[in-house]
Each structure stands twice: as C-alpha cells, then as structure tokens.
C-alpha cells in the first residue's frame, strides 16, 4: 500500500521557520521522485520544491528558492522542507505526491494542473500570522 503522510505544520510568526516532514510507505524513494505542492485558499494549489528519484538532487520554485531546503534520508523513507524566513504568502495546506517519473514531478513545479503524479497525501496546513 502506497502511503504518504505529512506532518510539521502549524502557526509561525513571519521570519520564523518550520519543518515539514513527509513520511512513506510502499515504495522506495530511490524509484519514487517526491514533490512538495501547497494551495491557499482560493488559490490554485502551486509547486514549491521536488526531489530527485536517481541522485537526491532538489529543484526549486521561485517562490521557495533560497529559502526553502528539500530533503531525504532514503533508509528511513522519510522527506523533509525547511522552510525560513516565512512570509505571510506561505500560508497554506502543504502536500507531498510522488511519481516514478521524474519529469511528471519536475514538470509540476511549474505546471502542476497538467503533470498529474500517481500519489498524494493529505497535507499539513502551515499558517503564517503575527
């Protein structure tokens, strides 16, 4: 049974960080390329990072770059996104997906309403506020 769960979330204050964790199951995330998507409210849900199946390498969106960090530790199946310096546009339900093909995960970054990965979890709500 494939199975993704997110956990870290919460209330921060602007300028702090926080760290989500993204728990699997089923499958090894050396055949498993992982993404992490977040959606405000009445927003569209929108890429922020992904990694790598083949090497661990991690891209970024523009909006996380240089102040977002993916990673993973493989032998506890386990993917993580340090988030510093938060914004108050950060706010949102954090998901993790994941997709055997890469492209698809890299591609959602930028086009996630088009790339569609396999599987999802059931997010982490991650609320910015003073």
């Known amino acids: 049974q494939v199975q993704l769960v997110e956990s870290g979330g919460g209330l921060v204050q602007p300028g702090g960080s926080l760290r989500l964790s993204c728990a699997v199951s089923?499958?090894?995330?050396?055949?498993?390329?992982i993404g992490w998507f977040r959606q405000a409210p009445g927003k569209k849900r929108e890429g922020v990072s992904c990694i790598s199946s083949k090497d661990g390498s991690t891209y970024y969106a523009d909006s996380a770059k240089g102040r977002f960090t993916m990673s993973r530790d493989v032998s506890k199946n386990m993917v993580y996104l340090q988030m510093n310096r938060l914004m108050y546009e950060d706010t949102a339900t954090y998901y993790c997906?994941?997709?055997?093909?890469?492209?698809?995960?890299?591609?959602?970054?930028?086009?996630?309403?088009?790339?569609?990965?396999?599987?999802w979890g059931k997010g982490t709500l991650v609320t910015v506020s003073s």
């Open positions: 997906a994941a997709d055997r093909i890469e492209g698809s995960v890299v591609g959602a970054l930028k086009w996630p309403d088009y790339y569609a990965l396999d599987y």
């Open positions: 089923g499958f090894t995330l050396d055949d498993y390329s």
